[in-house]
């Protein structure tokens, strides 16, 4: 039997290499193929000095795969699980068989097409591509549109619309009912403050309408699950 050094008991870990591609030998070709003698060379000749950071990112340490993924179980351990009775725009739903199983656990549908996109957006656009088609052959229409990711995006997509329709008038109010879901509130919020946009949130049925609101968003049914006619207000 032989003898083999301690270092042979240590851990190894791979996670990097099985995340970043390229390996040093790669690495050198390609930096080779245009003209650079590392990496660091390659980034003063394309990243302009201004807007690179004068000193290190002041972080920890790495972490093998298995601390990581035990620090980040521990975290997650600390949510609180709670059962909402109203939904607030989140509602379980029962999903058909054949959707269930051709679409959303089809890997070809949720899977990144390329290794450095973690996310689905080339299997999302297929889907809502096959959407709109779908309403197109239904409705008999030329055109039909797709939903943005979530509730609360779309308002505030709805409101940059508005906001770039009235660019040439002065109008930078836009009131928000407060019964709206506090997730769409937040974003609407936060996508007005670089625009300089003023968000007024209060009851949608003394909502401060003048020749200075951008628009108005209401809540259909209300975040409680309280419904009400707002035919008045719209018109």
Same mark, same amino acid.
């Given at each position: 039997?032989?003898? @083999?050094?301690?270092?042979?008991l240590?851990?190894?870990?791979?996670?990097?290499?099985r995340?970043? +591609?390229?390996?040093?030998?790669?690495?050198?070709?390609?930096?080779?193929?245009?003209?650079?003698?590392?990496l660091?060379?390659?980034?003063?000749?394309?990243?302009?000095?201004?807007?690179?950071?004068?000193?290190?990112?002041? @972080?920890?340490?790495?972490?093998?795969?298995?601390?990581?993924?035990?620090?980040?179980?521990?975290?997650?351990?600390?949510?609180?699980?709670?059962k909402?009775?109203?939904?607030?725009?989140?509602?379980?739903?029962?999903?058909?068989?054949?959707?269930?199983?051709?679409?959303?656990?089809?890997? +070809?549908?949720?899977?990144?097409?390329?290794?450095?996109?973690?996310?689905?957006?080339?299997?999302?656009?297929?889907?809502?591509?096959?959407?709109?088609?779908?309403?197109?052959?239904?409705? +008999?229409?030329?055109?039909?549109?797709?939903?943005?990711?979530?509730?609360?995006?779309?308002?505030?997509?709805?409101?940059?619309?508005?906001?770039?329709?009235?660019?040439?008038?002065?109008?930078?109010?836009? @009131?928000?009912?407060?019964?709206?879901?506090?997730q769409?509130?937040?974003?609407?919020c936060?996508?007005?403050?670089?625009? +300089?946009?003023?968000?007024?949130?209060?009851?949608?049925?003394?909502?401060?309408?003048?020749?200075?609101?951008?628009?108005v968003?209401?809540?259909?049914?209300?975040?409680?699950?309280?419904?009400?006619?707002d035919r008045?207000?719209?018109?």
């Amino acid at each position: 039997m032989s003898n @083999l050094p301690l270092s042979a008991l240590e851990q190894r870990d791979e996670f990097i290499a099985r995340h970043i +591609g390229p390996d040093a030998a790669e690495t050198a070709a390609m930096l080779a193929a245009v003209g650079a003698a590392s990496l660091d060379e390659l980034i003063g000749q394309t990243v302009p000095a201004a807007i690179r950071l004068a000193q290190p990112l002041q @972080l920890a340490g790495p972490m093998r795969e298995h601390e990581a993924l035990a620090k980040l179980k521990a975290i997650a351990a600390k949510n609180i699980v709670r059962k909402s009775l109203i939904g607030m725009g989140y509602y379980d739903t029962l999903t058909p068989k054949v959707i269930l199983r051709n679409l959303l656990e089809n890997p +070809g549908w949720y899977t990144a097409y390329t290794p450095y996109q973690a996310e689905i957006a080339q299997g999302r656009l297929e889907a809502l591509l096959n959407y709109q088609q779908m309403v197109i052959d239904l409705t +008999g229409m030329e055109l039909a549109n797709a939903s943005l990711l979530d509730e609360a995006t779309a308002a505030a997509e709805a409101m940059m619309m508005a906001h770039r329709l009235k660019a040439s008038e002065p109008r930078s109010r836009f @009131l928000v009912a407060r019964d709206a879901h506090p997730q769409t509130i937040e974003v609407v919020c936060t996508r007005a403050r670089p625009l +300089g946009l003023d968000v007024v949130v209060g009851d949608p049925a003394n909502l401060p309408l003048d020749g200075g609101t951008l628009g108005v968003l209401l809540q259909y049914p209300a975040t409680d699950g309280g419904i009400r006619n707002d035919r008045a207000l719209v018109e």
